[in-house]
């Protein structure tokens, strides 16, 4: 079974840093695609970048230039780098894991994969930026 488990959130001060991971297990195949999400109460949850298994991450603009997403492949996780961050940020973050590519192509059209496309995901860990 695929396991992922989110870490490192907590309450941090607007401008501060946190480091959240995503340890994954159980899943044995070269090719991914991996993603940080968030979402706080009533709202739909917001992709925060995405990352292939070859390739360079992507952003969501309300947090580029402030997060990178480094990995460590040989400890099977997922980082989110989080800097100079804002109350807005304030939100339960998860990180999500499928084995197809990050991007859905047919009929000569190409779209990110979508939230309920990604067939694993963590339990979350909660962010809280306070002003």
């Known amino acids: 079974q695929v396991h992922l488990v989110e870490s490192g959130g907590g309450s941090v001060q607007s401008g501060g840093s946190l480091i959240l991971s995503c340890v994954v297990s159980?899943?044995?195949?070269?090719?991914?695609?991996m993603a940080w999400f968030r979402q706080t109460p009533g709202k739909e949850r917001e992709r925060v970048t995405y990352?292939?298994?070859?390739?360079?991450?992507t952003y969501a603009k309300s947090v580029k230039g402030r997060v990178t997403i480094p990995r460590d492949d040989d400890k099977n996780t997922l980082y989110l780098q989080m800097n100079s961050l804002k109350p807005e940020d304030t939100a339960m973050y998860y990180c999500?894991?499928?084995?197809?590519?990050?991007?859905?192509?047919?009929?000569?059209?190409?779209?990110?994969?979508?939230?309920?496309?990604?067939?694993?995901w963590g339990q979350g860990t909660q962010v809280t930026v306070s002003s």
């Open positions: 990352i292939a298994s070859v390739g360079t991450p």
């Open positions: 999500a894991l499928d084995g197809g590519d990050c991007w859905i192509r047919f009929g000569g059209h190409e779209r990110r994969r979508e939230s309920h496309e990604y067939n694993w």
């Open positions: 159980g899943y044995t195949y070269s090719s991914y695609c």
